[in-house]
């Protein structure tokens, strides 16, 4: 790894004073993408690299103003809540698809039944699982009802569920090849290829009438290319083949500065690098079911150090207090902060709990964020923890999660998916990751707020939950991660009108 690093800042440096030209002169802006993908779905594929396009297009019957903290039209006109567990909306009667074909409630219910149906099978299926029934009220009105009274139902609407067209999905041997063989939508760009080798191309859409105030197409055409090696995407880049790169490395982004054709632009993104432990003791490791041992392993961690050194545009990185971001997320409330940098009080309380000569711990890392975690590894060792690392992937960490393996970890957790508490707290404390807290005042402050549909109270009932979990130190979030992009200076990022931390291929623009 220590090699692949090096190779890669030698080649950004050796490459520093080469010309990097766009191609504004042709319309086509060359996005570089870490993983090949042959699907453009939500459903299918919910993952950052195809994340960034099929938002642009693909829409929803709402979606969420982060920055004015309410709810907006897109294919829905109106909404309103009929009883605590429906929602009933009136559609627009003037929306295409990128087919040609008109929007009504036939697409919202074929939809609808499709991701909820129990033999579909979806990576996230409880994002859908939660609906019981859609009702066609007329051609633009429909009626979605919930399993349970369900508080961030019109959350999970505007941030989870995109409609497809019901003509296409009829004619398809497989629904689960909408995204690959016909992936239209109502969005403001339309697919033109989607080729795992060849990549994904998309275009303005020019008949786009759903919500202009927010989405937008700043450029003509994009073309997403598939490069997995970080060496090639800089010399790409350097050398006019793509240009705008995604999530890049502090070294490499301080090597392309030196560039004078070149940008790197920070943007800050709501999503969180945290630290768990095994409270519970179903790994076998003791010493971490002793909350002095938690707080101490906490406050050996210097997170104004990492952020500055190491976190990838940590000049707008949020050093956060709790596992929520009190000016974006929804319900985001606490009055007991995380516990600060004291190595001296962290030795101190690991020998009060019976540990002076510290302990061994397996520490699970995400693979994209080992080189953050080896630093935090080595702030554990200087208290005498001797930690462990073990890189691995999302499938690797929930494997392990659901066999009780895990002694402590840190995964990238993206809040911007849907940047409410309840959902950020599902991820944490609901289905297998509760076995390794297992708090009964945790338990009992996200089901309160389940059926609370006012802001303040829910914010109030999860105020216990999130002060809990600094009190115990169950989850250190150590920082935010920023995106952070090089791209050529005739590329320019603008502000997304909907999104406070997300970059979507419509937030993209030429100078």
Same mark, same amino acid.
């Not at 800042?9 to 042959?38: C, D, E, W």
């Not at 709790?322 to 985001?332: G, Q, V």
């Not at 944490?428 to 297992?438: D, E, L, S, T, V």
């Given at each position: 790894?220590?090699?692949?690093?090096?190779?890669?800042?030698?080649?950004?440096?050796?490459?520093?004073?080469?010309?990097?030209?766009?191609?504004?002169?042709?319309?086509?802006?060359?996005?570089?993408?870490?993983?090949?993908?042959?699907?453009?779905?939500?459903?299918?594929l919910?993952?950052?690299?195809?994340?960034?396009?099929?938002?642009?297009?693909?829409?929803?019957?709402?979606?969420?103003?982060?920055?004015?903290?309410?709810?907006?039209?897109?294919?829905?006109?109106?909404?309103?809540?009929?009883?605590?567990?429906?929602?009933?909306?009136?559609?627009?009667?003037?929306?295409?698809?990128?087919?040609?074909?008109?929007?009504?409630?036939?697409?919202?219910?074929?939809? /609808?039944?499709y991701?909820?149906?129990?033999?579909?099978?979806?990576?996230?299926?409880?994002?859908?699982?939660?609906?019981?029934?859609?009702?066609?009220?007329?051609?633009?009105?429909?009626?979605?009802?919930?399993?349970?009274?369900?508080?961030?139902? /019109?959350?999970?609407?505007?941030?989870?569920?995109?409609?497809?067209?019901?003509?296409?999905?009829?004619?398809?041997?497989?629904?689960s090849?909408?995204?690959?063989?016909?992936?239209?939508?109502?969005? =403001?760009?339309?697919?033109?290829?989607?080729?795992?080798?060849?990549?994904?191309?998309?275009?303005?859409?020019?008949?786009?009438?759903?919500?202009?105030?927010y989405?937008?197409?700043?450029?003509?055409?994009?073309?997403?290319? =598939?490069?997995?090696?970080r060496?090639?995407?800089?010399?790409?880049l350097?050398?006019?083949?793509?240009?705008?790169?995604?999530?890049?490395?502090?070294?490499?982004?301080?090597?392309?500065?030196?560039?004078?054709?070149?940008?790197?632009?920070?943007?800050?993104?709501?999503?969180?690098?945290?630290?768990?432990?095994?409270?519970?003791?179903?790994?076998?490791?003791?010493?971490?079911?002793?909350?002095?041992?938690?707080?101490?392993?906490?406050?050996?961690?210097?997170?104004?150090?990492?952020?500055?050194?190491?976190?990838?545009g940590?000049?707008?990185?949020t050093?956060?207090?709790?596992?929520?971001?009190?000016?974006?997320?929804?319900?985001?409330?606490?009055?007991?902060?995380?516990?600060?940098?004291?190595?001296?009080?962290?030795?101190?309380l /690991?020998?009060?709990?019976?540990?002076?000569?510290?302990?061994?711990?397996?520490?699970?890392?995400?693979?994209?964020?080992v080189q953050?975690?080896?630093?935090?590894?080595?702030?554990?060792?200087?208290?005498?923890?001797?930690?462990?690392?073990?890189?691995?992937?999302?499938?690797?960490?929930?494997?392990?999660?659901?066999?009780?393996?895990?002694?402590?970890?840190?995964?990238?957790?993206?809040t911007?998916?849907?940047?409410?508490a309840?959902?950020?707290?599902?991820?944490?404390?609901?289905?297998?990751?509760?076995?390794?807290?297992?708090?009964?005042?945790i338990?009992?402050?996200?089901?309160?707020?389940?059926?609370?549909?006012?802001?303040?109270?829910?914010?109030?009932?999860?105020?216990?939950?999130?002060?809990?979990?600094?009190?115990?130190?169950?989850?250190?979030?150590?920082?935010?991660?920023p995106?952070?992009?090089?791209?050529?200076?005739?590329?320019?990022?603008?502000?997304?009108?909907?999104?406070?931390g997300?970059?979507?291929?419509?937030?993209?623009?030429?100078?």
């Open positions: 790894m220590k090699l692949t690093k090096l190779s890669l800042v030698a080649a950004a440096a050796a490459l520093a004073s080469m010309p990097a030209m766009a191609q504004k002169s042709k319309g086509t802006l060359r996005i570089a993408v870490n993983n090949p993908f042959a699907v453009l779905s939500s459903y299918h919910p993952v950052d690299d195809a994340g960034a396009i099929y938002r642009d297009v693909y829409e929803g019957l709402v979606a969420y103003d982060e920055h004015k903290h309410k709810y907006i039209p897109m294919l829905a006109k109106a909404w309103r809540r009929v009883a605590p567990d429906t929602l009933e909306f009136d559609l627009r009667d003037d929306i295409k698809f990128h087919n040609g074909n008109g929007f009504d409630a036939d697409d919202v219910v074929a939809t /609808l039944n991701i909820k149906d129990p033999k579909v099978k979806l990576t996230f299926k409880r994002r859908y699982s939660w609906v019981k029934r859609v009702e066609k009220l007329s051609r633009y009105k429909v009626r979605v009802v919930a399993e349970k009274v369900n508080s961030i139902d /019109l959350g999970l609407m505007a941030y989870r569920i995109v409609i497809w067209d019901a003509e296409t999905m009829a004619k398809l041997d497989r629904v090849d909408y995204g690959r063989l016909s992936p239209v939508g109502t969005g =403001s760009y339309r697919v033109v290829q989607v080729d795992k080798n060849k990549g994904t191309i998309v275009e303005r859409f020019e008949g786009y009438n759903s919500n202009k105030e989405n937008r197409a700043g450029i003509k055409r994009i073309h997403a290319i =598939s490069m997995p090696d060496q090639t995407q800089v010399a790409e350097l050398t006019s083949g793509v240009d705008v790169l995604r999530n890049v490395l502090p070294d490499t982004a301080k090597n392309l500065k030196k560039n004078p054709d070149l940008n790197v632009s920070a943007v800050p993104s709501p999503s969180i690098f945290y630290l768990a432990f095994d409270s519970t003791n179903q790994s076998g490791n003791k010493a971490l079911s002793d909350p002095r041992v938690r707080k101490a392993l906490h406050m050996s961690i210097d997170r104004d150090k990492l952020i500055k050194h190491l976190v990838p940590g000049e707008v990185a050093k956060l207090q709790a596992l929520c971001f009190k000016n974006s997320t929804i319900a985001c409330k606490y009055s007991v902060n995380a516990p600060e940098y004291d190595p001296a009080a962290a030795k101190k /690991l020998a009060e709990a019976g540990y002076p000569n510290g302990f061994d711990l397996e520490y699970l890392v995400y693979t994209p964020m953050l975690g080896e630093a935090v590894a080595g702030e554990m060792r200087k208290i005498g923890v001797r930690a462990k690392i073990t890189p691995a992937t999302i499938g690797v960490y929930r494997r392990k999660q659901g066999r009780g393996e895990l002694q402590a970890w840190s995964i990238l957790f993206p911007g998916s849907h940047p409410d309840a959902n950020i707290l599902g991820v944490y404390f609901n289905g297998p990751g509760f076995k390794y807290y297992g708090d009964k005042i338990r009992q402050g996200i089901d309160d707020a389940t059926t609370e549909f006012n802001e303040a109270q829910r914010a109030a009932h999860y105020e216990k939950v999130f002060n809990r979990v600094n009190e115990m130190h169950y989850i250190l979030p150590v920082t935010s991660i995106s952070v992009y090089a791209h050529s200076k005739d590329v320019k990022l603008v502000t997304d009108s909907m999104s406070t997300d970059v979507w291929i419509g937030n993209f623009e030429w100078n």
